[in-house]
C-alpha cells in the first residue's frame, strides 16, 4: 500500500511538472536549470563557493492608456518583455554577503523570442558580475563587522526553507483589449468636460500581466501569474483662497473585466468632481485645531493599512541594523502596542469576505515558502507576530511567507501582508460615536469639532460640526497627513461597521486588500491650517470662458 501510495505521489509531482513544462516553459525553466548548475562552480582564487543561488525571470506584458477630457493622450504595449536576474550569496547563514537587505535584485533583458543559447549567455554575465561583487562585499561586511551591535550582530542573515516545487497556470484567455480600453478612457475622461472649474483632469488604466520564475540550488523550482490592473481617474481644483488640491478614483482588480461597469465609474467621477467643485467653494480654515476627530470611511483602512504594513514587515539595514521607519517596536514584543480594543490578523489564503472579493490570496510567497492560512500579529493590542522573509530579524527569526514579487527594472521581492484584517470586539455606532465627539469637544470648550471622511475620491474631506446646533461645514485649507502609530495607543470609539480597501501597493505587483473598522474616534489630534502661498492662475481656465459665452 505505501509504494502505491509513494507511486501516485511521483506520478501527480511529474504530471505537474510536465504540464508546466511545454512550450515556453520548457525552454525558460531549461536555460535557468542548465546556467544554475554550473554557477555552482563560481570560484575566485582565495574566495569562496556561493552557498546560495536564485534564478529569476520574468516574462510579461505591460499595457497604460491615459486620456484627457475625450482624447487619448498616450497609448502603450509592452508585449512579451523578459527580464532575467541573478541572486547569489557567500558565506553562510550567519553571514552572508548582503549589506542592503531587502534590496531589488538587478535585472537583464532577456531575448523575446527566448533563444536557449542567448537566456544562458546572459545568465552567465549576470552570475559571473554579481559573483565578483558578492566576494567583495563579503571581504568588507568582514571587516566591519566589529561595528554591528553585539546582540543584532547575533541573528543570522539568511535562513533555509523547505525546498518545494509549485507550478500555477497563468490565464492565457485573459486578454488586453486595448483598443477597447482606448475608447471606454476617452469616453470616462469626458466625464470631466462638464466642469470647467477642474484642470489637470484625466483619466489612466495600467496593466500588469507577468509569469514568474523561479529556481534555486536549495531545489526550488516556482513558475506562478502575477496580474495587476488599476483604473484611475484624476482632478485638481484651485480653492477660491488659492490653494491647490487634488483627488483621484483609484479602482483595482487583478483583470480589466473584472473592474466595475463604465456606467457605475462614470458615476463616481461626476461625484468626484462634484466634492472638488465644493472644495473649491468651502470655507478657509480659520486656524489650527487640537482636539477629538472622528475618522470615516476608506481613510481610516487608508491610514491603518500604511501603519501596520509599516511597523509589522521590519527591515534590516547594513551591520545588522533594524529600522521599521518612524517607530520601532521591536523591544515591545509580547507588550501593548496600540489600543487593547484592535486585533490584526494576516489572511493569505482568503478569496471572499462576507461574500466580496478580496485581493492578496497566495498559495506560496515569491521565496517559495507557504504562508500559514491564518497568523494573528496583534492580539487585544499586544504584538504577537511579524510578518518576515527568509531574512531573520530580532522577534522574526523564520519567514511567515510574506515576501512578494514587485518588477522594478529588476526584481524586488518586498515583504507585505496578503489580506490585512484589523478588527473590535467592541465596535460603536456611528451615531453614538458622532454624540462621543460631541461630547468631548464640549467638556473640552470647543465651539467645533472635526469629522475626516473619505469621498469618492482617495483624499480627505474634512467637516467642521458645531457641537451646539450639530450642523456639519465643509473646510478647506486644512493640512493633515493621517494619523500616526502612536495615535493608536488610545482610541475613544472604534466603529461596529467594516470597510474594505483594495490597494495597489506598488506598480507591477499583486494587490492586497485592507479590511478594517469604517470609523475611528480619537480625542487628541492636530489639524494644521495650510499656509500655501496663492497658487491662483494668472489667466483664466479657458473651458471657463467658454463656459461663459
Known amino acids: 500500500m505505501k509504494y502505491y501510495i509513494l507511486f501516485l505521489f511521483i506520478f501527480c509531482s511529474f504530471y505537474q511538472s510536465a504540464k508546466a513544462q511545454t512550450g515556453e516553459d520548457k525552454v525558460i525553466l531549461k536555460a535557468m536549470q542548465d546556467e544554475l548548475e554550473r554557477s555552482r562552480e563560481l570560484k575566485l582564487p582565495n574566495e569562496e563557493k556561493p552557498f546560495f543561488i536564485a534564478f529569476h525571470f520574468v516574462r510579461y506584458n505591460q499595457y497604460e492608456i491615459k486620456g484627457s477630457l475625450g482624447s487619448i493622450i498616450s497609448s502603450t504595449a509592452n508585449e512579451q ?25 538587478p535585472g537583464r533583458w532577456m531575448p523575446t523570442d527566448l533563444n536557449y543559447d542567448e537566456m544562458r549567455r546572459r545568465y552567465w554575465l549576470q552570475a559571473d558580475r554579481i559573483y565578483k561583487d558578492a566576494a567583495f562585499m563579503l571581504a568588507d561586511k568582514k571587516a566591519h563587522e566589529q561595528t554591528a551591535l553585539q546582540n543584532e550582530s547575533a541573528i543570522d542573515d539568511w ?74 481617474g484624476m482632478a485638481r481644483v484651485i480653492t477660491n483662497s488659492g490653494g491647490s488640491y487634488f483627488d483621484n478614483i483609484v479602482t483595482v482588480a487583478e483583470f480589466p473585466n473584472e473592474l466595475p461597469d463604465i456606467e457605475d465609474m462614470k458615476k463616481k467621477y461626476r461625484e468626484l468632481c462634484e466634492n472638488l467643485v465644493r472644495i473649491k467653494n468651502a470655507t478657509p480654515m480659520k486656524e489650527s485645531y487640537s482636539g477629538p476627530v472622528l475618522f470615516e470611511g476608506a481613510c481610516v483602512a487608508q491610514q491603518l493599512g500604511r501603519i501596520m504594513n509599516s511597523i509589522l514587515t521590519p527591515t534590516r539595514q547594513q551591520n545588522n541594523l533594524i529600522m ?19 486585533t490584526v490578523k494576516n489572511y493569505a489564503h482568503m478569496k471572499e469576505y ?9 498559495e506560496f510567497d515569491a521565496e517559495g515558502v507557504i504562508p500559514e492560512a491564518e497568523l494573528t500579529l496583534i492580539d487585544k493590542g499586544v504584538l504577537k507576530h511579524f510578518l518576515n522573509n527568509r531574512v531573520p530579524k530580532i522577534d522574526a527569526p523564520q519567514s511567515t511567507g510574506s515576501a512578494r514579487f514587485q518588477l522594478t527594472g529588476g526584481v524586488l521581492l518586498s515583504t507585505s501582508p496578503h489580506i490585512l484584517h484589523i478588527s473590535t470586539s467592541e465596535g460603536m455606532s456611528r451615531e453614538k460615536m458622532r454624540k462621543e465627539l460631541i461630547k468631548i469637544a464640549k467638556e473640552e470648550g470647543l465651539k467645533y469639532a472635526y469629522i475626516i471622511r473619505t ?32 495615535d493608536l495607543r488610545h482610541l475613544v470609539g472604534i466603529s461596529n461597521e467594516e470597510v474594505v480597501c483594495t490597494s495597489p501597493y506598488a506598480d507591477n505587483r499583486a494587490p492586497i486588500t485592507i479590511i478594517a473598522p469604517a ?31
Open 159 to 232: 535562513t533555509f526553507a523547505s525546498p518545494i516545487t509549485r507550478y500555477v497556470d497563468s490565464k492565457k484567455d485573459i486578454a488586453f483589449d486595448k483598443a477597447g480600453w482606448e475608447d471606454k478612457v476617452c469616453e470616462l475622461s469626458e466625464v470631466f468636460n462638464a466642469y470647467p472649474e477642474l484642470f489637470d483632469t484625466s483619466v489612466a488604466i495600467k496593466v500588469f500581466q507577468a509569469d514568474v520564475y523561479m529556481k534555486t540550488t536549495d531545489g526550488t523550482t516556482l513558475r506562478y501569474p502575477v496580474y495587476s490592473t488599476m483604473l484611475m
Open 519 to 549: 470609523g475611528l474616534l480619537m480625542d487628541n489630534c492636530i489639524l494644521l491650517k495650510s499656509r500655501r502661498a496663492d497658487t491662483k492662475e494668472v489667466l483664466e481656465h479657458p473651458m471657463m470662458r467658454m463656459s461663459k459665452k
Open 354 to 362: 462576507k461574500g466580496q472579493r478580496v485581493y492578496g490570496a497566495c
Open 324 to 342: 521599521l521607519g518612524k517607530t520601532s517596536v521591536r523591544d515591545r514584543f509580547e507588550t501593548k502596542i496600540v489600543d487593547s480594543k484592535l
Open 81 to 105: 518583455q523578459s527580464i532575467g536576474a541573478v541572486d547569489i550569496l557567500l558565506g553562510n547563514c550567519k553571514q552572508t554577503n548582503q549589506k542592503l537587505f531587502g534590496a531589488a535584485v
Open 455 to 486: 469621498g469618492a475620491g482617495s483624499r480627505f474631506l474634512p467637516y467642521r460640526i458645531n457641537v451646539e446646533t450639530g450642523e456639519e461645514e465643509l473646510i478647506t485649507d486644512l493640512f493633515f497627513f493621517g494619523f500616526e502609530f502612536d
